[in-house]
Structure formats: structure tokens, C-alpha cells
């Protein structure tokens, strides 16, 4: 097994994400799972922190993207909110 940059770790772990997050996404928000509640049982700080970033960005950009559809938003608002928030992700992985 090769080591990996924490870069290439987050995009790993944001890759596996990925395939259930609109589900995950979609039962937190309907449900009003707070993202402190749904990482609770993650021991490592560190992973809790990418976790919640990573939802919690997950759950703003559904939330634009509802904005976008009910027309709040414009493709160009919206492409720029999203861009930010996944380069804050990617760049900013510890803030919680």
C-alpha cells in the first residue's frame, strides 16, 4: 500500500462519499440530522473533521441546488457558490 498526501486522502475518502452522499445528504436534511449528531461516533478528531466538512458542504450545496431549481438562484450564482465551497473543502480540511 502506498502512502498517500492528506490531499489524496481527502479525494479518496470524498470519492467514496460521493456514491451515497445524495442519500446521506438527503436523509439529514429531511430528517434535520444535524452533522455534530451524525459524526458523533467518530473517535479520530481528525477524520470527524473531514466528515463534517464534508457533509456539511454536501448539505449546503443541495441546498443551492434547491435554490437554483426554484429559481432563487441563477446557474451563474450558483456555479460560484458551489466552486467555493468545494475549494474551502479541499483547501481548508480541518476548519470545523
Known sequence: MQ???FLQAIQDLQDRLSN???????HMLVHRTTVAKATL??????M???VKNTLITG????LF???????ILDE????EFTAYLMHSLIYHP???
Open 48 to 50: 470527524r473533521a473531514v
Open 65 to 71: 441546488t434547491l435554490m437554483k431549481e426554484m429559481g
Open 59 to 62: 448539505q449546503m450545496i443541495a
Open 3 to 5: 502512502d498517500k498526501s
Open 94 to 96: 480541518h476548519n470545523s
Open 41 to 46: 461516533n467518530i473517535q479520530d478528531e481528525q
Open 20 to 26: 451515497h452522499t445524495l442519500e446521506t445528504i438527503g
Open 76 to 79: 451563474t450564482q450558483y456555479e
